[in-house]
């Protein structure tokens, strides 16, 4: 790998490395790590909050990809910035843009990936049409929901996972009798995985429904007594499952725990209930840029995935393998 060196030009022409306003510290980590300088262009809103773009430079036939996670910062809701991303790519389109990758670390909507009542939208698919007719030629994304989510585009996805970078942190911690923590049945997989490559031992946390309906009674299975246990999820929104999970592990035992997700969205109440939960650390990634107030909690590691996503744009450009990062 040759970090630091401008990448030349392929079939697909210069790359280029473009950002919208959700996560701008991201594209410049990322450019940075590709050794190229970010776009050149400019992104404004007008008095009625409609987005205006304009490209600063000549795109022709170059390689673009464009860094934009859908989620809510303080610049913009995820419907503002999926608006913006789709903005951008049509700029790119109609610039004559050789290629253009929409590179979203958090897909927004992806939670709704299914009808799993009547009269309800499958949002992540609308998504999906959304971003290829505004002209999108590849997605590049990370830790997605639900992995099915992949076949819902006619066009390439990568999807990258962010396991390497959390399970390399993890592996560095001064934290004997380690226990991979499941926060529900539908993560066990996740965590097993986890698990696996830790040499720790699994546990799995079942919730259910007190008798009046209001309550969730948390039953863990698994040893957890004395142990360093490392709760697992991918995305963690106003951290009611984690923290009710975390009570439930001190409850039964456990010496330490940690949380650990890719996606800290972090919305409403959970900073605070972070802050007064039992857990000791939680671990997310920078696919979500943090606000103010949750930066400002000492109980967040938060971990780098600019040069994960930086090797797979490298192996794009360059019609390389990205298998290799499937980890």
């Avoid at 076949?151 to 560095?172: E, M, N």
């Amino acid at each position: 790998m040759v970090t630091g060196d401008v990448l030349m030009a392929t079939g697909f022409g210069e790359l280029k490395v473009f950002s919208g306003s959700a996560h701008p510290g991201l594209a410049r980590e990322i450019a940075g790590f590709l050794g190229v300088l970010p776009g050149q262009a400019r992104l404004r809103r007008f008095p009625d909050s409609e987005v205006s773009f304009q490209i600063d430079e000549n795109i022709r036939g170059t390689d673009v990809f464009v860094v934009q996670p859908t989620c809510a910062t303080a610049t913009g809701s995820v419907n503002d910035h999926l608006v913006e991303l789709t903005v951008m790519i049509d700029a790119f389109r109609r610039s004559s843009a050789s290629r253009i990758t929409a590179v979203i670390p958090y897909y927004g909507y992806a939670r709704q990936d299914r009808k799993d009542k009547p009269r309800v939208p499958i949002s992540a698919k609308l998504v999906a049409n959304i971003l290829s007719a505004a002209g999108t030629n590849r997605v590049l994304t990370m830790d997605l929901h639900k992995a099915q989510i992949q076949g819902f585009f006619d066009i390439p996805v990568d999807h990258l996972f962010a396991a390497p970078v959390i399970i390399d942190h993890l592996s560095r911690l001064d934290s004997p009798k380690r226990t991979l923590v499941s926060p529900d049945a539908g993560g066990a997989e996740r965590a097993r995985a986890y698990a696996k490559r830790l040499d720790a031992e699994l546990a799995i946390i079942d919730k259910r429904r007190s008798d009046d309906g209001t309550a969730e009674v948390m039953n863990v299975i698994g040893d957890v007594e004395g142990r360093t246990c490392i709760l697992q999820d991918d995305i963690i929104d106003t951290a009611g499952t984690i923290t009710k999970g975390a009570t439930a592990l001190k409850a039964n035992g456990a010496a330490q725990v940690l949380a650990c997700a890719v996606h800290g969205v972090l919305s409403g109440p959970a900073i605070e209930r972070i802050e007064k939960s039992p857990i000791d650390k939680l671990i997310v990634t920078n696919t979500i840029p943090l606000s103010p107030h949750a930066a400002a909690c000492d109980k967040i590691v938060v971990l780098s995935v600019a040069r994960l996503l930086g090797q797979a744009i490298k192996s794009i450009h360059e019609e390389t393998s990205v298998s290799s990062l499937f980890v």
